[in-house]
């Protein structure tokens, strides 16, 4: 399973680059801009990282963020994950960051769009890396700082194809932002936004009939509630699902308990993504192994899953019907 799992070229598309901040960047980093932190090693960091919600899991993330600062800092953060997915043979990935996690420093959009862009063309060059950028709005801030961010990104929008939304969910529902992504789509963008990690069926609905978005951010959730099934379904609505992430943020308790699998069978567009792997323990490759040895994910459900993530990117049709042949190779060339 693990050889086919690698062999396979893959997609990503949950992944918050700065959740792929590694202990030892953050610590070098924190030395390089004097910036304090409650970690002297790399240890201390790994034993912080233990989370009982999504909320203690936020709180140290904009902290370990906040060690980035120079534009050769957003480099290195996104040439390591690019590497990553070279790696893991991820050969396409649509890529979150959060813009406001970084403005609210002092941080220009300069700054780190120019690092991110350097590193995703090094990578395009070098080996052919396909990557998109999704612009995500932090979800406890207001609206119109959301709408002041999507105007400060005007210059950028060359780079930038999709808006997400993202951060602490409950409290925060989709309706809260339906003028903001009513501006994105006026610009031509697609939109994204996680609804159902945390939060109940309800904000999966807002997101689909409010903010009227192309695909949603785990809504692992959705699974309370049959009419949204037989709409997701009915839609082809893509869920980017993200199963370690689930269980260090306690969304299920346990892999054995996690609902991806009855959402496959059930025909939802189910993909596997690692949203933040530094912080939860595993990259993409990691995902589907534990999917394997938690749920016995079978190797036709992987390569399902794997052309689910094909067909609900954001490619072009050709460059989809490209992968999705790909994939057939593979698997007749591994397969009994
Ligand atoms: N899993 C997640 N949910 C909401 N916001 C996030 N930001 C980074 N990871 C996130
Ligand atoms: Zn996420």
Redesign the pocket.
């Known amino acids: 399973m693990e050889k086919l799992i690698q062999a396979l070229p893959k997609t990503e598309l ?1 992944l ?1 680059i700065e959740g792929t901040l590694e202990p030892s960047l953050m610590l070098e980093l924190s030395r390089k801009h004097k910036v304090n932190l409650p970690y002297t090693n790399v240890e201390e960091i790994q034993k912080a990282y233990n989370f009982e919600d999504l909320q203690s899991f936020l709180d140290l993330y904009y902290l370990g963020a906040s060690v980035l600062v120079d534009e050769d800092d957003f480099y290195q953060l996104m040439w390591q994950y690019l590497l990553k997915c070279k790696e893991q043979n991820i050969v396409h990935t649509e890529i979150m960051f959060d813009p406001q996690t970084h403005t609210l420093r002092g941080i220009t959009f300069e700054t780190f769009m120019t690092g991110f862009t350097r590193a995703i063309e090094d990578a395009k060059q070098q080996w052919g890396q396909s990557s998109l950028l999704i612009m995500s709005f932090l979800r406890h801030l207001s609206e119109q700082e959301a709408i002041d961010t999507l105007n400060a990104a005007k210059p950028f929008l060359k780079h930038i194809k999709i808006v997400g939304l ?1 951060s602490s969910e409950l409290g925060n529902p989709p309706e809260k932002f339906a003028t903001v992504f009513k501006q994105a789509k006026d610009l031509g963008l697609l939109c994204v936004a ?1 609804a159902g990690e945390e939060g109940p069926a309800e904000y999966i609905w807002q997101a689909l009939n409010l903010l009227h978005v192309d695909r949603i ?1 785990h809504g692992v959730r959705s699974s309370e509630d049959p009419k949204l099934i037989e709409t997701l379904v009915k839609l082809k609505m893509p869920l980017t699902v ?1 199963p370690l992430s689930n269980t260090k943020l306690c969304v299920f308790d346990d892999m054995k308990q996690h609902n991806i699998l009855d959402l496959l069978n059930q025909d939802v567009l189910v993909t596997v993504n690692s ?1 933040d792997p530094s912080y939860f323990g595993g990259y993409l490759n990691e995902n589907y192994l534990a999917l394997h040895e938690a749920l016995g994910l079978t190797q036709d459900q992987l390569i399902a899953i794997v052309k689910n993530g094909f067909t609900g990117s954001f490619l072009p049709a050709k460059d989809k019907q490209y992968w999705l042949q790909e994939i057939d190779k593979v698997e007749n060339l591994i397969l009994p």
């Open positions: 949950h918050h993202d996680h951010d993200c949203d």
